[in-house]
């Protein structure tokens, strides 16, 4: 199966690009980088051009969606063998030492169990000085919520009442006792946002 005929996210089509521009202005050159719900693997495989001496780990909470991911980054030499790993799993851990994890339209689409998984384990397993960075809506203090995703927040309700648009002071309290912070935030298209935790 050639790389045209796999499943293609058509907002992964498009926010891909975006991502890995603003990445090159944060990541170093080097180091280990797990990205949690790759989906179709379209973001990992796109940064793992970006960036040859950066080791990359794909994953996905759902083992059918690994031969995509296998699939599409095959013979590029800095991605490794796509795990499967669900941030809602109590017993769940961060494998590999990553220096970076990264998580791209996640934690809006999942329960609040898998943003705790995601902020928690990342604080126990990057080291000093990584990083998290997540891609998504995002509410803010004292800002309003663009009209559309007011809209998008009611349509993720629908779907599942434990869905919606979270806030950055959600994320915060989640974090309240380890030692990862809140660092920037960066505007990205559409009213998405890209927020790093150090």
């Known amino acids: 199966m050639s790389t045209g005929s796999?499943?293609?996210?058509?907002a992964a089509m498009r926010n891909k690009g975006p991502i890995r521009d603003r990445l090159l202005e944060i990541l170093p050159r080097k180091g280990r980088f797990?990205?949690?719900?790759?989906?179709?693997?379209?973001?990992?495989a796109h940064f793992a051009e970006a960036f040859p001496e950066i080791e990359f780990i794909p994953s996905d909470l759902d083992?059918?969606?690994?031969?995509?991911?296998?699939?599409?980054?095959?013979?590029?030499?800095?991605?490794?063998?796509?795990?499967?790993?669900?941030?809602?799993?109590?017993?769940?851990?961060?494998?590999?030492?990553?220096?970076f994890i990264y998580a791209a339209n996640m934690i809006h689409i999942s329960e609040m169990s898998a943003t705790v998984g995601l902020l928690r384990g990342a604080a126990l397993a990057l080291p000093?000085?990584?990083?998290?960075?997540?891609?998504?809506?995002?509410?803010?203090?004292?800002?309003?919520?663009?009209?559309?995703?007011?809209?998008?927040?009611?349509?993720?309700?629908?779907?599942?009442?434990?869905y919606g648009i979270r806030s950055l002071e959600e994320l915060e309290e989640i974090l309240e006792g380890t030692r990862l912070r809140f660092r920037e935030r960066f505007a990205m298209p559409a009213n998405n946002y890209l927020l790093v935790f150090e």
């Open 6 to 10: 796999l499943p293609t996210s058509p």
């Open 63 to 99: 083992p059918n969606a690994l031969p995509t991911i296998r699939m599409r980054s095959k013979g590029m030499p800095n991605v490794r063998e796509p795990i499967a790993l669900d941030a809602r799993d109590p017993a769940y851990a961060i494998p590999h030492a990553p220096d």
């Open 128 to 162: 000093e000085g990584g990083l998290l960075i997540t891609y998504g809506p995002y509410r803010f203090a004292n800002e309003e919520l663009a009209p559309s995703n007011v809209e998008f927040d009611r349509y993720l309700k629908g779907l599942d009442p434990r």
């Open 34 to 44: 797990l990205e949690l719900a790759s989906g179709d693997g379209q973001h990992i």
